[in-house]
């Protein structure tokens, strides 16, 4: 069994994603980050960086009780796990790790700033939304012409590469980007989100996604002086 703290977020859908895929028993406990569950003393004993998702698998290395954070992080533990989505093979191995490490390094933070300053910033700011969609457009090209001759993102076969990649990709117009300037990234976007295992990963704590503009609490907790604390 796996303890999964987790909130309905490109990085936590990375985590659902690949329970999902690959059936492992898991018991999801939310971590609501607008009400500031991040900064739960329990919770940082798990995630010391006071982010979500977080795994606390309680059959892990040595039948012992095995915790760990990040989502890129959990996705290779899981991989290693499970023996499925990540290559044994060296070179194929390492071909999934490098695009894993793309989304984590790229993907993530760029495409989070676009859509903290297009949804989330107090007042627009034409320098950094300019900014940010310009650079989501030039990554969804990168993704773009990677795809173009090959089935996913590290070659032929699924992996957790594309787990990773997808969720922070699910919402184009959200970074400004139109998807129909990418016809690869798009059939790509498509088939991936007809997998029943996405479909089901994408539902997990769904009911509390966000709709409406947020609180200020939430914004503090998620953006504001709550974030810089000591806790």
């Known amino acids: 069994m796996i303890d999964l703290y987790t909130w309905p977020t490109p990085?936590?859908?990375?985590?659902?994603?690949?329970?999902?895929?690959?059936?492992?028993?898991?018991?999801?406990?939310?971590?609501?980050?607008?009400?500031?569950?991040?900064?739960?003393?329990?919770?940082l004993k798990i995630s010391p960086n006071n982010k979500m998702p977080a795994i606390v698998d309680l059959d892990g290395p040595g039948g012992k009780r095995y915790s760990l954070f990040e989502s890129g992080a959990i996705l290779l533990y899981l991989a290693d796990k499970s023996g499925r989505f990540l290559p044994t093979e060296m070179?194929?191995?390492?071909?999934?790790?490098?695009?894993?490490?793309?989304?984590?390094?790229?993907?993530?933070?760029?495409?989070?700033?676009?859509h903290h300053f297009i949804g989330y910033a107090p007042e627009q700011l034409p320098y950094a939304i300019e900014r940010y969609s310009k650079e989501a457009n030039r990554l969804y090209a990168v993704v773009d012409k990677r795809l173009q001759d090959r089935s996913y993102i590290a070659g032929d076969d699924?992996?957790?590469?594309?787990?990773?990649?997808?969720?922070?990709?699910?919402?184009?117009?959200?970074?400004?980007?139109?998807?129909?300037?990418?016809?690869?990234?798009?059939?790509?976007?498509?088939?991936?989100?007809?997998?029943?295992?996405?479909?089901?990963?994408?539902?997990?704590?769904?009911?509390?996604?966000?709709?409406?503009?947020?609180?200020?609490?939430?914004?503090?907790?998620?953006?504001?002086?709550?974030?810089?604390?000591?806790?």
């Open 91 to 114: 070179a194929a191995r390492y071909q999934v790790i490098q695009w894993l490490m793309f989304q984590m390094g790229s993907i993530g933070p760029m495409l989070g700033q676009a």
């Open 11 to 43: 990085n936590g859908h990375k985590v659902h994603i690949m329970l999902e895929e690959t059936g492992m028993e898991y018991r999801v406990i939310p971590v609501n980050i607008g009400a500031g569950d991040q900064f739960d003393p329990e919770f």
């Open 158 to 231: 699924y992996s957790i590469a594309d787990m990773a990649l997808w969720p922070w990709m699910r919402h184009p117009e959200r970074q400004n980007v139109e998807r129909e300037q990418y016809p690869a990234f798009s059939a790509w976007h498509d088939k991936i989100a007809g997998r029943p295992a996405v479909e089901r990963a994408v539902q997990v704590l769904a009911e509390h996604q966000r709709s409406g503009p947020l609180s200020e609490q939430a914004r503090q907790n998620m953006f504001g002086d709550a974030q810089y604390q000591r806790h």
